[in-house]
């Protein structure tokens, strides 16, 4: 049975699970992900600076994800850090990239002799995802107006990973249907395209944008 979710705030969902009670799913595009080898607790607020993702008034924030051996560095609020500090003391939360990423490795534990890109599509905006067994090999969010733009991105990301076009598998998943426009532009550039499946994944159409 999935979870079932139900939009808090701004940023914040709530999901209910019908044995562990109630966790928290903070959704936002200031987040990075450092692998734990280099990652310094000292400064963690400098990794969003350096690539411009903090914001003045903002609360920094910590995932590690054991699975991948990596910690996503996020920025919220600072109201809803207070909001999150007031909920009860077994009420957890984290990051909607910390769980799609932990849930991608998962699916991907075995799938050691090829890389497998995944995009998360939000509102205007989308996360571009590649793993490769349970290596995270690249994760960033774009922003784009067309799906010009988008396939821009796209194609450029791959060219900068060496990943060929005409052979490796790319997801869609989030906020997108099969008909979309950008599918369909990327079915003429991307030879095989596949579409995350709601049972799959519990955060498929789940978490929107902020």
Not at 4 to 26: C, R
Not at 32 to 59: C, D, M
Not at 85 to 100: D, G, I, M, Q, V
Not at 143 to 157: G, V
């Amino acid at each position: 049975m999935l979870p079932t979710a139900e939009k808090m705030n701004e940023n914040v969902l709530t999901i209910q699970h019908p044995l562990d009670g109630f966790s928290y799913v903070v959704n936002n595009d200031r987040h990075t992900f450092v692998p734990a080898a280099l990652y310094q607790e000292k400064n963690k607020e400098k990794y969003l600076e350096i690539l411009g993702l903090s914001k003045k008034k903002g609360v920094v924030c910590v995932d590690y994800i054991s699975n991948a051996k990596v910690y996503n560095v996020y920025q919220i609020s600072e109201k809803t850090f207070q909001y999150l500090n007031k909920l009860p003391e077994k009420a957890a939360f984290r990051h909607a990239s910390s769980l799609l990423v932990e849930d991608l490795i998962k699916q991907n534990s075995e799938r050691t002799g090829e890389a497998r890109v995944y995009l998360n599509i939000k509102d205007q905006s989308f996360e571009m995802i590649v793993i490769k067994g349970t290596n995270l090999l690249f994760d960033n969010t774009f922003r784009f107006k067309t799906k010009e733009d988008f396939l821009y991105f796209l194609l450029f990301a791959l060219e900068q990973l060496h990943l060929e076009t005409e052979s490796v598998p790319v997801y869609f998943l989030g906020m997108i249907t099969e008909d979309s426009k950008l599918v369909e532009l990327t079915s003429r550039y991307i030879r095989d395209i596949r579409f995350l499946r709601k049972e799959n994944n519990i955060l498929f159409n789940l978490i929107k944008c902020e």
